[in-house]
Every structure is written in structure tokens, then in C-alpha cells.
């Protein structure tokens, strides 16, 4: 995922967490990766998962809320990016992220 090879990183992300899938850090990397290759739905149902072993994960409430501003859900956007910002409100990349839901919301 860090080479941006999307593609060639699903089958051994999906590989090892079959094996064991209480890693959040594993599930936003699929995440991640599912989202980079426009699987929106699978994105959001590995965040989701990631979610469910680590509610406080800035990164993958991050990464969610991005999933749902690209589908055009903003309102859950709005509220997962609330959530990242208050578990990290120093974070550039969630900073970053918000800022550009809140040039969306403006701009329509």
C-alpha cells in the first residue's frame, strides 16, 4: 500500500487478516487499498470493520469519512471527520480532509 500498488496489496492484506482480522492496522490498509481502486462498498465495510477493534482510531475514521464524502454521503462524512477531529485535532491529514468537506458542503 506505502508503493501505492494498490492492486498487488489486496490479496496478501486479504490473506493475512482471514488468518487474523483483529488488526486494525491491517483492515485501513485494505481500506485504503479497496478505496484507491474506487471499491467504495468494500472500503467502507473494512473501515467499518477496523472500527469495530479500535473505536478510537483517528485514521480510519479518517479514511471513512473520505469513502463517504467521494460517495456523496456528506452528512456521515461531516460526522466521521468530527469524530477523527476529536481524537486527533492536530493530525494534517485529517485537518486537510476536513477542510476540503467544508469547501464541498460550501461549494454545493
Do not use: C
Not at 493475512?16 to 462498498?41: D, E, F, I
Not at 471513512?64 to 460526522?79: E, K, P, T
Amino acid at each position: 500500500v506505502a508503493l501505492n500498488r494498490f492492486q498487488e496489496a489486496v490479496q496478501p492484506l486479504e490473506y493475512g487478516l482471514h488468518k487474523n482480522t483483529a488488526v486494525p492496522h491491517g483492515l485501513n490498509a485494505l481500506g485504503y487499498a479497496y478505496a484507491s481502486l474506487q471499491q467504495l462498498q468494500q472500503a467502507q465495510d473494512t473501515f467499518a470493520k477496523g472500527l469495530e477493534y479500535d473505536p478510537d482510531n483517528a485514521l480510519i475514521w479518517n479514511n471513512l469519512a473520505v469513502v463517504w464524502m467521494v460517495a456523496g454521503v456528506l452528512q456521515q462524512a461531516v460526522q466521521g471527520l468530527e469524530k477523527a477531529l476529536t481524537l486527533e485535532p492536530n493530525h494534517p491529514t485529517i485537518v486537510h480532509n476536513a477542510m476540503l468537506l467544508r469547501d464541498a458542503a460550501q461549494n454545493g
